[in-house]
Every structure is written in structure tokens, then in C-alpha cells.
């Protein structure tokens, strides 16, 4: 007799409860009331084997900004995916960060680190756009950056990555920081 929902073996198909999505593809823009829009990197299960078979749960890492300069992320976990979103949405909510923009683009060039993975961040021109992989895009385009190079070497990991590009964008300057600092006027 056939399971209803699903395949008439034993397994669930993969993609019954939302699990199995790949990297870079999620959900965006799915922000409560005029809350900053989310875009969900990934989504990872785990297998918890037990007795009876095996016990998943779910961690998703989100990335949230309000596209004006402040940008945060969040990792959360949970039994069910909208749990371990919503988690991590919120957690990203509280970590958002103020990042120096100027015009469409950043201030300087800058390079972040964490573990393994690097994120180099170069300004650009007016209409270059957001020449960036998924992760460091995701970032970016959150915080309001509508015109930049970069480049990741190192490590691929999106967690890895999220937390260098975040390195990176904290160590951005204006010039009236710098001449702030440095107690001279512009």
C-alpha cells in the first residue's frame, strides 16, 4: 500500500518536510511586518542515530540587513526547518552591525579573515554591480552595497565565509574617521 505523500518505500523522499535544499538556494524577503528581509545560505540536516533509525534536526544560517548599512547574521538550529529559520533570524536581528558606505559602494579596499576562509573587498565604479559569489553577495546586498569587487580564497564555507566578509566590513573606515583619529581636519 502506498505511504500518502511520499513513495511506497520506507524512506521519506528527501524533500517531504523541506530538507535537501542545496547551497544558495533559499528564501528571501520573508520579513515579519516591515522587519529587514532575511535570505536564508543554508540549511544543513543532521542525523541523530538511535535506536529506532535515525533522528534529524535542522541549522540554518541567515543573513539579515536593512540594505542602509547595517547588516547581521544569525545560525540557528531547531527539529523542524521554519524552527531553526526563525531561530537564526532572530539571532541575526540582534547581531546587526553598522557598516560605512560610501555612495553605492565601500570606502576602501579591505581584506577579511576567519579560519581558513579570506574575503578581499574592493570598491568599484557606479553600474559595476555586485561582482561577488552567493554568500559574500548575500552579505553585501544586506548591508546596501550596490557596487563592488571581491574575491574569496581559502576556505568555501559558507559560515566560515559569512563570518570573514562580516571581518572585513568591520574593518572599513570613512575619511572622517580616519582624520577623526588621527585628530587632524579633512
Do not use: W
Amino acid at each position: 500500500m502506498a505511504h500518502p505523500g511520499g513513495s511506497n518505500h520506507g524512506g521519506s523522499g528527501g524533500r517531504e518536510r523541506g530538507e535537501g535544499r542545496g547551497r544558495g538556494e533559499g528564501r528571501e524577503g520573508r520579513g515579519e511586518g516591515g522587519s529587514s528581509p532575511e535570505r536564508v545560505l543554508q540549511i544543513r540536516r543532521c542525523a541523530c542515530v538511535v535506536k529506532g533509525g535515525r533522528r534529524f534536526s535542522f541549522a540554518a544560517l541567515v543573513v539579515t540587513g536593512d540594505e542602509r548599512g547595517r547588516v547581521g547574521y544569525g545560525y540557528g538550529k531547531g527539529k523542524e526547518v521554519p524552527i531553526a529559520v526563525e531561530k537564526a533570524t532572530k539571532a541575526a536581528g540582534r547581531r546587526l552591525k553598522p557598516v560605512p558606505i560610501q555612495g553605492t559602494t565601500i570606502p576602501h579596499a579591505v581584506e577579511g579573515r576567519y579560519g581558513a576562509s579570506r574575503v578581499v573587498l574592493l570598491p568599484a565604479s557606479p553600474g559595476t554591480g555586485v561582482i561577488a559569489g552567493a554568500v559574500v553577495r548575500a552579505v553585501v546586498e544586506s548591508a546596501g552595497v550596490k557596487d563592488i569587487l571581491t574575491k574569496c580564497r581559502g576556505s568555501g564555507n559558507p559560515v566560515n565565509m559569512v563570518k570573514a566578509t562580516l571581518n572585513a566590513l568591520s574593518k572599513l573606515r570613512t575619511r572622517d574617521d580616519v582624520a577623526r583619529l588621527r585628530g587632524v581636519e579633512v
